[in-house]
């Protein structure tokens, strides 16, 4: 089975631009979640995607969205570009909805952005 | 909310060398943990992970992890470590709807 995949791999950009990040989680996976990861801040949980509805949401600014498909493909944005964007953006996606319990979570390689 | 607490940034052990990465957490109910590893521009892999039972729990690659509810702790092991091993780990806790805290990671490095 194939594992998660995250398009592009890399990619740079400028100030002020806007960007779509794209993962496809592993087949029969409807949860989805975005990470950034960056040296200073580490793993920081951005949202995550179920029945393409975002259900739960970190603690960044409006420009980080994000959507998911119905084939739970999920796509994110960053909108108005500043240098501390620059990160690796990870993608995660887990089998079942998490209720009480938290549900394991797959990694795809990550799409490292760089905004110059 | 919960968090994780990982003391130690950079850890080297010689190869053929024990291994214990350390792991704090703070939660004020059952603590779901991980344990993952992320070799150089690579996504995180699951090594194991603990939802409840046994608190000795094996994973992949020859790593343990022990949990340890009077200490706050999810220390990860390994009785003999290869070069391969080389990567930076992360300790997770997880509470319901995958809302994840990830640990600010240890990096390991591994000594010929």
Known sequence: ?116 | AQSVTQPDIHITVSEGASLELRCNYSYGATPYLFWYVQSPGQGLQLLLKYFSGDTLVQGIKGFEAEFKRSQSSFNLRKPSVHWSDAAEYFCAVGAGNNDMRFGAGTRLTVKP
């Not at chain 1, 400028?14 to 950034?36: E, K």
Request: aromatic letters at 12%; glycine letters at 10%; proline letters at 6%.
């Open chain 1, 1 to 116: 089975k194939a594992g998660v995949t995250q398009t592009p791999r890399y990619l740079i950009k400028t100030r002020g631009q806007q960007v779509t990040l794209s993962c496809s989680p592993i087949s029969g996976h409807r949860s989805v979640s975005w990470y950034q990861q960056t040296p200073g801040q580490g793993l920081q949980f951005l949202f995550e995607y179920f029945s393409e509805t975002q259900r739960n949401k970190g603690n960044f600014p409006g420009r980080f969205s994000g959507r998911q498909f119905s084939n739970s493909r999920s796509e994110m944005n960053v909108s108005t570009l500043e240098l501390g964007d620059s990160a690796l953006y990870l993608c995660a996606s887990s089998l079942a909805p998490g209720s009480s319990v938290p549900d394991t979570q797959y990694f795809g390689p990550g799409t490292r952005l760089t905004v110059l």
